[in-house]
């Protein structure tokens, strides 16, 4: 089938996952975690009402920036670090389309860092899945910015020695206005978010936990196995208590600015007792990122902050439409300019 | 002094063709005001003209010092004029660093009208004079007319009840100085009096001050026996009837954008980041918003160009602008352009280099940047402005090669153009070229797959924006196989599309116009090949050799790459070539790799333009030495 033919086909009958299954094979490594995350995104692409002549991948460089070529929508695979100013760019020129962006710890927050914290405060519509898998894929082992303190790796033989980025405290920090996290694994999780992400007008910015068995296989077990997951990670959303552990009797409660895993068993305490958990609410989120770097914290997912403000597109259409309210400027207004003479005299 | 008008004694008033007139002071003395309502003025009354602005790249450079001197030049005249002036025939030198940094260019003989207390101890010291010095006075200035005008004072006599701060009084000196300047050159300045009402509608009072010191010097020039032996003088008007405007090459730029997006039905997108001295076009399109504009100022020159990137390929008109460190940092993302073969107007606004080198003055040495300034084989068109109003012409013309040739356009200007100005006569719509953007339309059941690189005739492959049914396809900074445009290692197909990627753009010589010969025979000793802004001095050191009946032409390239298909031709009618610019021999290298031959080098590399007189020099030497 053909790009072609699954678009005449969206509009005859539900689109479902193969409608967004390019005709090329993903060359990703097998077990990599890139794999679950197409899947998953292929599942969701056609809850989302969009026909995918609408929507746009946009990626950088690196293992996780060939995601637009297995896509059937339209795509651009750009230069390294570069995807989130081609989406603005876009995304203003064409405001009604879907845009997504597809990058990773190296192409984000190493060479791509500067767009990143002006994309996330400028809030321009965008969903943009960053691929954490704490390591350099496709140069083949080097660490990257998220990468763990003594890591050894290819360039750091001794052990990484300085300090990864927290990029849920830099999202919020930037003036992102969405921050989520999930795992390659999760799937069911993982379509949640994508899904929360999509409906979230402004700059969606999904951290995702992938695993790269080639490189820095196991990074993220603690939180992947059934065995550990329960206690190690916790579950954020909307509105309910922070409860997790095996048999949901563990809880964070706010001593001061201060999270404390409580035992509900244990401590005499209730889930009322509990930190209840409020996306609009940036301080929270704030302590919320920061548990990424508290080992004897679970790990959140979910949905950390969501924040309705104006997107950047939106907000320049508005200036342009109030400066066009005496109408639409001409060609010919436009060349002649508004401090244009007239020379009357011909004197030769 | 009143603000009744005086019966003025009889003063001579002479005709004059041309003029060149240099106002200079402090940063801080409204020079760059004083030269514009002055050049608004001339142009109004009807004068060719050609502007150009000369200041510190420091905001506020130390008062009174020789590095804080500001300068606006404009040369005007009954006929037509394409410099500024080689030399100023009048100075107008508010303190004595400004008389100290600009004398050299005076003509001897010239006029010097000194603010006198500018030239006190303090300033003296400041300027670097020796102690006890004073060049007013001391017999220095023997070869030039002198008049020391206490301009300060009598500003301060004029609006002593103004009600005006002592503060506000002195900044309104540089009015008073515009007065007499009119009243030298017989100009009206009720054009002015307009400007200021409009500048300070809500402080009438301030228009009233600046309006009461500008009289005061105009009437200051009837009073005074000062110029009783030199004299008014009278530059009589040249243009024809019509509608004109002044504009500088950067925004002659900025407008030219917008005319060719409105041509080609298309919405105009510029992303980028502010630099000396090409920020002027960013802030003349974020203006115009009432014309559907969309600006982004990004966080980097990389952002600029990147996301008029992902504009173009949703199908806008997309532009950056820069000036050489920022088109560096874009060499990058002009391979991606080039590779993805979408269409994008690159204007780079050329400044001394390397480096931050000299940020405010103009050099033509990104050539070869422009030419070959990208990893692996990526040629692209360049072209190049020879004047502020050309940068019109020259921005719209790049616009339609991108957009039909679905090609990354650089378009060089340079911070001489980029801050000159001259008179427009308004242009009409009709003559502009069509632009017609080669979208692909949507595919219905059983058409055949989308291939985003099947390429027409000249080469080019079609546009297929996001949104269009059907056409959905993936592209990338990977090499892609011919046609289907899939990711390709290939080894033939890597070599066949480099091939035909070099080839849409030879294949451009096919659509624009052969070179033509600016002025001069067709056939001759020499011919003088310039590009970008030495047209001017080139055109004006041509037209003198021409009337001293040297065997001289003129050629001016607006298409550097590619050529125009008859420039060999061109070139093998002359027993020599000069080709002036302002780097250390760029397009001469270029030449002569492309046609074999050995032309002359004339270049010069001081941040300053060159001036006619220099290329009449080198134009007698060179015909001196073909005759021995």
């Known amino acids: 089938m053909t790009d072609n033919d699954k678009t005449i086909k969206a509009l005859t009958a539900p689109l479902t996952a193969k409608d967004f299954a390019s005709d090329q094979e993903p060359k990703w490594c097998p077990g990599c975690g890139d794999h679950s995350v197409l899947q998953q995104l292929k599942q969701v692409l056609p809850e989302l009402g969009v026909t995918p002549e609408n929507i746009v991948f946009l990626s950088g460089i690196g293992c996780s920036s060939r995601l637009p070529y297995y896509l059937a929508t339209y795509g651009v695979h750009g230069i390294h670090g570069r995807a989130l100013p081609m989406a603005t760019g876009l995304k203003i020129a064409r405001p009604e389309l879907s845009v997504w962006v597809g990058t990773g710890d190296g192409d984000a927050l190493s060479i791509g860092g500067n767009h990143f914290i002006h994309t996330l405060r400028r809030n321009p519509d965008l969903n943009v899945l960053l691929f954490n898998n704490e390591i350099y894929g496709l140069t083949k082992g080097q660490y990257s910015p998220t990468s763990k303190i003594g890591l050894k790796t290819v360039t750091s033989p001794s052990g990484v020695i300085d300090q990864p980025f927290n990029t849920a405290a830099l999202t919020i920090g930037s003036g992102g206005s969405f921050f989520a996290r999930a795992f390659d694994r999760d799937g069911k999780l993982l379509r949640t978010i994508l899904k929360r992400a999509a409906e979230h007008k402004g700059t969606s910015l999904v951290e995702i936990y992938q695993n790269c068995p080639i490189f820095n296989n196991a990074a993220f077990e603690a939180f992947a196995t059934l065995d550990s997951k329960a206690d190690n990670t916790i579950y954020v959303e909307q509105g309910k208590p922070l409860v997790f552990g095996k048999n949901k009797n563990r809880g964070i409660m706010l001593d001061g600015f201060t999270p404390i895993v409580v035992d509900l068993d244990k401590d005499d305490l209730s889930t009322s007792d509990l930190w209840l958990h409020d996306e609009s609410d940036i301080n929270k989120a704030s302590i919320l990122a920061r548990f990424a770097d508290d080992e004897s914290l679970p790990r959140p997912i979910g949905v950390f902050y969501a924040e309705n403000r104006a997107t950047y597109e939106d907000a320049l259409a508005d200036q342009i439409k109030d400066s066009q309210q005496n109408g639409y400027g001409t060609l010919e207004q436009l060349l002649k300019g508004e401090n244009s003479y007239e020379i009357k005299s011909a004197v030769v | 002094m009143t603000d009744k008008k005086k019966t003025p004694r009889q003063v001579n008033v002479t005709s004059k063709t041309s003029v060149s007139v240099l106002f200079a002071g402090d940063s801080g003395d409204g020079m760059q005001l004083t030269g514009t309502q002055f050049a608004n003025t001339v142009a109004i009354h009807g004068s060719e003209l050609n502007t150009f602005p000369n200041f510190p790249s420091e905001i506020r450079a130390p008062a009174g010092t020789v590095a804080g001197v500001s300068g606006f030049q404009l040369q005007f005249s009954s006929k037509p004029v394409y410099t500024p002036g080689a030399r100023f025939d009048v100075m107008v030198a508010m303190n004595s660093a400004a008389l100290k940094a600009n004398l050299k260019n005076l003509h001897r003989g010239g006029i010097i009208i000194a603010g006198t207390e500018g030239f006190d101890e303090k300033n003296l010291k400041l300027a670097g004079y020796p102690e006890g010095a004073n060049p007013l006075y001391d017999g220095s200035l023997d070869n030039y007319i002198v008049f020391p005008v206490p301009i300060l004072q009598l500003t301060r006599e004029a609006l002593k009840e103004s009600g005006l701060s002592s503060k506000e009084i002195d900044r309104c000196k540089n009015m008073f100085v515009l007065g007499l300047l009119y009243w030298l050159y017989t100009l009206p300045f009720e054009g002015t009096m307009e400007t200021m009402y409009a500048k300070f509608k809500k402080n009438v009072w301030m228009a009233e001050a600046n309006i009461k010191a500008m009289k005061a010097g105009y009437y200051f020039g009837d009073e005074t026996e000062l110029f009783a032996n030199l004299g008014r003088f009278d530059i009589s008007p040249h243009k024809q009837h019509g509608i004109y405007r002044r504009v ?303 065997s001289v032409a003129h050629a001016h390239l607006r298409y550097i790459h590619p050529f125009p298909k008859n420039l060999k031709e061109i070139l093998g009618n002359y027993k020599q070539v000069m080709i002036p610019e302002l780097n250390n021999g760029q397009l001469v290298h270029v030449i002569r790799d492309t046609f074999l031959i050995a032309p002359e080098s004339y270049t010069k590399v001081q941040g300053v333009p060159f001036n006619e007189m220099e290329i009449l020099t080198k134009i007698t030497d060179l015909l001196k030495e073909l005759k021995s």
């Open chain 2, 248 to 550: 500088t090459g950067n925004e002659a730029c900025a407008i030219a954008l917008t005319a060719a997006s409105r041509k080609a039905g298309l919405e105009l997108f510029l992303g980028s980041y502010p630099i000396t001295p090409a920020t002027e076009i960013l802030q003349t399109l974020a203006k115009k918003k009432k014309y559907g504009v969309k600006t982004f100022q990004a966080e980097d020159e990389i952002a600029g160009i990147v996301s008029s990137i992902g504009a173009a390929y949703g199908g806008a008109l997309a532009a950056t602008n820069t000036s050489g460190p920022g088109l560096a940092l874009k060499t990058e993302a002009l391979g991606l352009a080039v590779i993805l073969e979408i269409p994008l107007v690159v204007i780079n606004v050329q400044r001394g280099g390397p480096s931050t080198g000299l940020p405010t003055k103009p050099e033509q040495s990104d050539l070869f940047m422009a030419l070959y300034g990208r990893h692996g084989e990526a040629p692209l068109p360049v072209i190049a402005a020879h004047s502020p109003v050309d940068c019109f012409y020259a921005t719209y013309e790049a616009a339609r090669i991108a957009v039909e040739h679905m090609t990354p356009v650089i378009c060089l200007s340079d911070g001489y153009l980029a801050l000159s100005s001259e008179p427009w006569e308004v242009e009409s719509p009709d003559n502009l070229a069509k632009i017609t953007p080669r979208f692909q339309p949507a595919r219905e059941p059983g058409d055949s797959p989308y291939l985003p690189y099947k390429r027409d005739e000249r080469q080019v492959r079609s546009w297929a924006i996001p949104g269009t049914r059907g056409l959905e396809h993936r592209i990338g900074g990977l090499e892609k196989q011919h046609e289907t445009g899939n990711i390709s290692h290939d080894p033939e197909n890597h070599e066949l599309m480099t091939k035909l990627r070099a080839e849409k753009i030879d294949r451009i010589a096919d659509s624009i116009p052969l070179q033509s010969i600016d002025n001069g025979p067709l056939t001759g000793d020499l011919l003088i090949l310039g590009w970008g802004s030495t047209y001017g001095a080139i055109k004006t050191a041509v037209e003198q050799a021409l009337e001293k009946g040297y």
